[in-house]
């Protein structure tokens, strides 16, 4: 018979094991990271968008893609999915990157909406002093078209585009630095939108200023000297440097454009990575919880899962040591209670 105080040892060790026998996960919060199939996208993307150490016609396409999936409304893929690129004639230029990154999003398995935006970025980091932006990962897919007539026309002036702008929550600065996109611009002819169309630089600014520019456009012109952007013009158009100080932060509001970049994994390093020519080195990147996971996370998501139940596993073992030695306690009181 066991004694009444040996029992009372007894069920208050079992009321201690109990629950971590049945619950022995531990909640650890897991980590997100950057699905490394960017990396492959970027590796691919690469052949495609750089020749002679400078970006091709298909980057300059893939960035102004970039424009086009977002400004009507949200950079959600319906440039692509819902048939605007070839439905809609200022896509004209773009058909044939259209038809690509369609392809590319259904073999690597990512969001249509994800790899335009990513393509601009590798497109503009393929470009001779092309600068490093942003890139998030995790946007949704639409097959519902954007609203049309939102995109400026070539003659635009600086008034309409202003107040186009503006309403999408752009500053002056901002569309002075996103039409800086044209330094590296081609028209549909061929007909280069600065001197020096192989180079991202800020030099377009001061060529369509003083009507040097080979072929300029005339939105680009009237943002040049209406009063109520050429100062921006001046000021964006100083140097490399202020040209992407303006244009980042830009370019960056431009790929959120209906998105919630709290709910997005920053990826931006792939592209810190491909510009610095490290790619093949690359690893995970950190991002926020895994809760918020984007698409596309095969590889990646398999070694943020895996760490965390390493993570995980290693803290049930501690419980388990800590069960182990209640186990020997209790048992060791009974066996004395027995023998005394
Ligand atoms: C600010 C208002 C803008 C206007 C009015 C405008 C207009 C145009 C036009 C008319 C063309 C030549 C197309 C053709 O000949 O068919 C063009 C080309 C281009 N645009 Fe814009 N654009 C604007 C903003 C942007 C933005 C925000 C970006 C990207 C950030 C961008 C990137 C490009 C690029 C890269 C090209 C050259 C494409 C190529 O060479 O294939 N544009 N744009």
């Not at 009321?15 to 996960?25: D, L």
Request: net charge negative.
């Amino acid at each position: 018979m066991i004694s009444p105080s040996i029992h009372s040892i007894l069920t208050f060790a079992s009321i201690c094991i109990a629950p971590s026998f049945a619950s022995p996960e531990v909640a650890v919060k897991r980590q997100s990271t950057c699905p490394s199939v960017w990396t492959d996208v970027a590796s691919d993307l690469q052949s495609t968008f750089v020749s002679d150490s400078t970006c091709t016609d298909a980057a300059r396409q893939a960035i102004r893609l970039a424009f086009h999936d977002c400004f009507p409304g949200s950079c959600d893929g319906s440039v692509i999915l819902a048939n605007e690129c070839t439905d809609r004639g200022e896509n004209a230029q773009m058909v044939d990157i259209c038809g690509t990154l369609g392809e590319k999003a259904t073999s690597f398995n990512v969001s249509t909406a994800d790899i335009i935006q990513f393509a601009a970025a590798i497109g503009i980091a393929s470009c001779s002093n092309g600068p490093v932006t942003s890139f998030y990962a995790g946007r949704t897919d639409s097959s519902t078209a954007n609203p049309e007539n939102q995109l400026p026309g070539p003659n635009a002036n600086a008034t309409f585009m202003l107040s186009l702008f503006s309403a999408k929550g752009f500053s002056t600065t901002d569309l002075v630095a996103l039409a800086g996109a044209h330094t590296i611009g081609k028209q549909l002819d061929g007909s280069a939108m600065d001197s020096t169309v192989d180079k991202w630089d800020s030099g377009f600014y001061t060529e369509v200023s003083d009507g040097s520019a080979p072929d300029a456009l005339g939105s680009d012109t009237s943002l040049s000297n209406s009063s109520e952007t050429s100062g921006e013009w001046s000021s964006v158009g100083t140097s490399s440097s202020s040209f992407e100080n303006a244009f980042v932060p830009a370019m960056e509001k431009l790929s959120l454009l209906g998105n919630d970049k709290d709910a997005l994994t920053d990826c931006s390093d792939v592209i810190s990575s491909y510009a610095a020519g490290t790619l093949s080195q690359k690893g995970v990147v950190e991002g926020s919880d895994v809760g918020s996971e984007a698409q596309g996370s095969g590889t990646t998501a398999a070694a943020a899962a895996s760490s965390s139940e390493s993570v995980s596993e290693a803290t049930r073992r501690g419980g388990s040591f800590g069960e182990l030695a209640l186990v020997v306690f209790v048992a060791s009181t009974v066996f004395l209670e027995l023998v005394l």
